[in-house]
Every structure is written in C-alpha cells, then in structure tokens.
C-alpha cells in the first residue's frame, strides 16, 4: 500500500464524513424547525431503540473488515466473506423482530400521550423495515475498510447521506408529517446497500454471497463475534440507555433538546473515524502474532499518532462549542430552542470528549482481539450510568424538579470509568507507558483547557474570539509537531510496513 494511497483514504474519510454530519445537520435543524422539540423527542426515543438494537448485529461488519483485513489474494477474501455472511442471518432477523415487537407492546411502556404513542408505534415500524438493508451495508462498507478501499467506501456513505437529505427536504417542502419523513429515510438504506454493491461490482470483486459452511471457520468466528458485539452492546448503552432511561424523570422536550446537542458532539466520532478506518489494517498486521520487533514499534507508533489527531479533533471542536454556544446554539435552532441546548453543552461535549480521547485504545484492543477485559470496564461504566441516572433522577423527582440531570450526568459518569478503564488497558497491550501517553494526550489538551478558563474569567467578545483562535492554532500545532506524527509523515514518504496486496479490481488502498 503506498503511503499517497493512505492519504487518498484518509482525505476521503474526512471528506465524506463531512458531508454525512452536513446532511445529518441538516435533517435534524429541519425536523427540529418543522415539528417541535417535543416531537421530535418522540422520533429521538425510536432512533435511539433502533441504534440500540443494530448494536446487537454480532459484530458481523467489524468480523467482515478483519476477515478482508487478514485476506492475502481474492480467492481467500470470497471465502473468508463467504463464511461470515452467514452470521449476518440471524441479526437481521432479530432486530427487526424486536422492532417490531417493541411498536406493539408501545401502550405499555411508552410514558407520553395517546397520540405520541400512535406516533412512536408508526416510526418503530418504519425503523424495522430499514434495519436489514443497514445492516448489510454496513457489513458490505466494513470488508471494503478491511480491504483498504477507503475512497469507495467513504463515497457511497456520502452519496447516500445526500441522497437522505434530499429525500428529507422535498417530504418537508410538502409538509408531509414524521412518519413519512422516517420511511424516507428507511428507504434511503435500500440505496445505500445498492451502492455498495456497485462497488464491489466495478473493481471486479465477487459479490460476497454464503458458501458451504465450515463449522471450524465458522467457530473461530462466532467466537470473535461474540465477544465484540457484547462490548458493542454495552459500550453504545452507556452513551444511548440515557435517553429512554430518563423519559421516567423529565419531559419529551428536554429529551428533543439534549439529543440536538448530543448529535452535534456525534460530529466528533465521525470526524475522528477516518483516523481509526486508515489505521485499523495496521494494527492487525502490526500487532499479530508473528509481527516482528520493528513492526510492533511502528504499531506503537502508529497508535500515538492517531491518538493525537484524534484529541486535537476534539479538543478543538470542544473548544469551539463551549466557547462559541452563546452564538451558535442560536443561529442554528433559534432563541426558544436554544435555551436547553446551551446548558447541556459542556456536559454532553465533555463526555464525547472523553470518550474520543481513548477511542484509539479500543480500536487497537479490537485488532489486537483482547475483547474479554473491555468487556469487564465497559461493564463498570454502565453500571456507573445507569446508577447514577436512577440516583439523580429518583432525588429530582422527591423534589418535583424534571430530572434533565439525570440525563447529562448519567452519561458523563459512565465515560469517565469507561476511559480509565480502556486507557490502562491499551497502554499495558502496547508496551507504551501510562505517563507517556497521558503526557502527550494532556499536552494537546492543554490550549483548550487554557482558553474555555480565560473566556469564563473575562466574557467578552473579544476576549472570546481572540482565546479560541489561540487555542486552535496551539492545538494544531502542538498535535503535528509532536514525535509520533512526525515520524509517520516521513514513513508516508516512502512505501508503508504493510506489503502490498491484490484483491483484484487494482491496487488496494
């Protein structure tokens, strides 16, 4: 793989990760503007069942990116695929059944009006129609990242993204309500599937389809699977179990307002994506069990480097938003919608900002296949979640207030365990000592702690823009010129550890 190829990958990432958060941006100002935080909390608690449960997919897109990953010519990638296609089956079923499962038994545990809940029963049945055709497609896009094609995956992750928003944007033109704007969006994820497929079908590559099974392939595989989709599953409780946990404690509005604010911070995971996606077939191979010293050096390497392109992302988009929220919740909701969003912000941006600080250490524990201990800290922070969602919220509640705390701090508490936790571990895998890596996560953060303190301390406008374009510029500059990149833009100049491999259809990027 040449290092200009890796650059193509990277830049299409970022690019295509833009537009998708446009897209998405826009989707939800617009719903937000047309029907009303109240009801857009409503589709908020369907999204989120549904994000939920797609988590219960058995890792089957991570098992495809690291089956395409370790495939060395065509003929081995047909059947690796081949094998794990059949453990997309029973996923597929399950989650639409427990979608549609939840739409029926809505009157039960639903706690909002009659109406909402007709509402709510509409839109669960619109998410179990898309969820098989996302779930394909994401296996299809996965075994396109472990084969390196980067740009073609991020292209038509983007194209569908736009094709959505367009889709969204003439239902909301004909004032057309939420359920029909959600089957919009469901049938955009057919789309999406298709374009995948067109993809494998223009670089010459077989379209994945089931072979015979092997049991002992299919074993190995089920027990890869197992355990990564039980961490997947924990790991998006913590973040997501909030929102239909705390419907119990405060109003469907505060749930509307708070998600607003948890999507924008959602930007900094799929800004920082790129990095992981460039860099996951390098931690297989740096890291496997007959990698050799000089390799496992460069797998280090690699893993603090990506680890500081990812906290200067967020530190600086951290940065951004608390600094500029008395502006920017405004101009993007409007004055009334705002108010929420601006006091939710340095709670739901701080526990994004934690959690993308070490998201690096989890996708070199993946690669490194070292599931079961993630699985144990992520079992501690949802504890710590959901304990700290019923404790706040159950005093809110003796004490008549809404509960939105409850809401922020229950997601916070558990991404502090979550990023202890990970952290040690990741450290301990890769030989790389603790105070090291903190020095040079503390070291990029250091700017923005600097100026959110001085814009608290003198709250002018000046004062404001002057910190944070300081504060940007020092993060920059401290995250590139730091060791571990600089080392890796010059092995970028020449030809990557990685040998070079064909799938067919051209050279792998």
């Not at 029973?90 to 499962?101: E, Y």
């Not at 995948?196 to 077989?206: I, N, T």
């Not at 069990?289 to 480097?305: E, H, K, M, V, Y």
């Not at 701080?350 to 201990?373: D, E, F, K, P, T």
Request: glycine share 8%; charged share 15%.
């Amino acid at each position: 793989m040449r290092a200009e190829q890796r650059w193509v990958g990277l830049a299409s990432g970022i690019v295509g990760r833009a537009l998708r958060f446009f897209a998405g941006f826009v989707i939800t100002t617009a719903c937000l503007r047309a029907f009303g935080s109240a009801t857009w909390g409503t589709v908020v608690i369907a999204l989120t069942a549904t994000e939920l449960l797609l988590f219960a997919d058995f890792a089957t897109p991570e098992l495809c990116a690291y089956e395409a990953a370790r495939a060395n010519d065509h003929a081995e990638l047909r059947a690796r695929l081949g094998q794990a296609l059949w453990l997309v089956v029973g996923p597929t079923v399950l989650i639409s059944s427990l979608l549609l499962t939840a739409a029926q038994l809505t009157p039960h545990w639903f706690q909002g009006s009659a109406a909402d809940g007709r509402t709510l029963r509409a839109l669960l049945i619109a998410c179990a129609f898309s969820a098989p055709w996302a779930l394909g497609a994401n296996c299809l896009g996965s075994a396109l990242q472990g084969l390196g094609r980067l740009r073609e995956m991020n292209t038509m992750h983007a194209l569908s993204g736009l094709v959505e928003l367009g889709l969204v944007l003439v239902l909301l033109a004909l004032r057309c309500d939420v359920v029909h704007v959600q089957w919009a969006r469901s049938a955009a994820q057919v789309g999406r599937l298709l374009s995948m497929l067109l993809v494998f079908r223009r670089l010459g590559l077989a379209v994945p389809v089931p072979l015979a099974p092997q049991r002992p392939v299919l074993r190995e595989m089920v027990r890869y699977c197992a355990g990564l989709s039980l961490l997947k599953i924990i790991g998006n409780a913590i973040g997501r179990s909030a929102v239909p946990m705390s419907q119990w404690f405060t109003t469907t509005a505060v749930i509307g307002s708070y998600d607003a604010v948890d999507r924008l911070g959602g930007v900094l995971q799929r800004a920082s994506n790129p990095v992981s996606d460039s860099l996951f077939q390098r931690f297989v191979r740096s890291f496997d069990g007959s990698a050799s010293d000089t390799q496992r050096s460069s797998g280090r390497r690699d893993f603090l480097a990506g680890t500081l392109l990812v906290v200067g992302i967020s530190a600086s988009a951290t940065l951004l938003t608390l600094n500029l929220s008395a502006w920017l919740f405004p101009l993007w909701l409007g004055r009334d919608l705002a108010r929420d969003p601006i006091v939710f912000a340095p709670w739901v941006m701080a526990n994004w900002a934690l959690g993308l600080s070490v998201s690096m250490c989890g996708a070199l524990l993946i690669a490194r296949a070292q599931i079961r201990a993630c699985i144990w800290v992520h079992v501690l922070a949802l504890a710590a979640t959901s304990a700290t969602i019923l404790s706040v919220g159950m005093h809110a509640r003796m004490h008549g207030h809404d509960g939105r705390y409850a809401l922020l701090a229950g997601p916070l508490s558990g991404a502090v365990v979550a990023a202890a936790g990970m952290t040690v571990l990741a450290c301990r895998s890769a030989g790389i000592p603790l105070r090291h890596f903190l020095a040079h996560v503390s070291a990029v953060w250091a700017p923005a702690w600097l100026a959110m303190a001085v814009v608290r301390l003198w709250p002018h406008t000046i004062v404001t823009v002057l910190s944070t374009a300081l504060g940007l510029v020092a993060i920059a500059i401290i995250a590139v010129c730091a060791e571990p990149l600089r080392s890796l833009r010059r092995e970028f100049r020449q030809y990557s550890i990685v040998p070079e491999r064909s799938h067919g259809g051209g050279p792998a990027e």
